[in-house]
């Protein structure tokens, strides 16, 4: 089955030990990125990658890290969490957006950072 | 202006209703219209699209309507039933940094009761 596979689901920590939000996708697509969700702000993008070792920032990249060493993998990692990190976030692929290729996103991992 | 602003925030309409959810942008550079669903515990699955070259677009009980002069196009929803019962973005996607950058609204969240 084609599917944005984001791990793990929940996640409960404390302010300032590093974590990584893993993403990995079965389709070959070039295009991936993360979204964070907040309520009344819809998705807001942090970081995307138009292909391996091509990253870039999005609208709201303070306090992410991101890599792509694989095609398929696209790891979010905070290195020094802080509260207003608390978010549900969201991992997408894409054929590529050069054709507006629809984004599917993964189930999404809700985020708490005491 | 990179904004997409969405209303309402929430919407309640009964089994058969109609739902209708608006959205307005400000940069003529956006060419491509896309509404995703979101169920609750899922991530965002696209809905339906529109190009500004066309006033409306019709999938079963979905229409976008597109007014290019005011800026403002909407999701319209006929005949809705409880399994509509979702979260709805709306976007506007332009190009920008060599790939075709999508900007979401802040999302509506939409209850059909029975």
């Known amino acids: 089955e084609a599917q944005v596979t984001q791990n793990p689901r929940y996640l409960i920590t404390v302010t300032g030990k590093k974590l990584t939000v893993t993403c990995s996708q079965n389709m070959n697509h070039e295009y991936m990125s993360w979204y964070r969700q907040d309520p009344g702000l819809g998705l807001r993008q942090i970081y995307y990658s138009m292909n391996v070792e091509v990253t870039d920032k999005g609208d709201v990249p303070e306090g992410y890290k991101v890599s792509r060493k694989e095609k398929r993998n696209f790891p979010l990692i905070l290195e020094s969490p802080s509260p207003n990190q608390t978010s549900l976030y969201f991992c997408a692929s894409s054929p590529g957006l050069l054709k507006n290729s629809p984004l599917h996103f993964g189930n999404g991992t809700r985020l708490t950072v005491t | 202006q990179q904004q997409v602003k969405q209303s309402p925030q929430s919407l309640i309409v009964q089994k058969g209703g109609i739902s209708i959810i608006n959205c307005a942008y400000e940069n003529t550079a956006f060419d491509y219209f896309p509404w995703y669903q979101q169920f609750p515990g899922k991530g965002p699955a696209l809905l339906i699209a529109?190009?500004?070259?066309?006033s409306e677009k019709k999938e079963g009980r979905f229409t976008i309507s597109f007014n290019k002069s005011a800026k403002q196009f909407s999701l319209h929803i006929m005949d809705s039933q409880p399994g509509d019962s979702a979260t709805y973005f709306c976007a506007a996607s332009m190009f920008s940094g060599g790939y075709n950058k999508l900007i979401f609204g802040a999302g509506t969240r939409l209850a059909v009761h029975p």
């Open positions: 529109i190009r500004p070259d066309v």
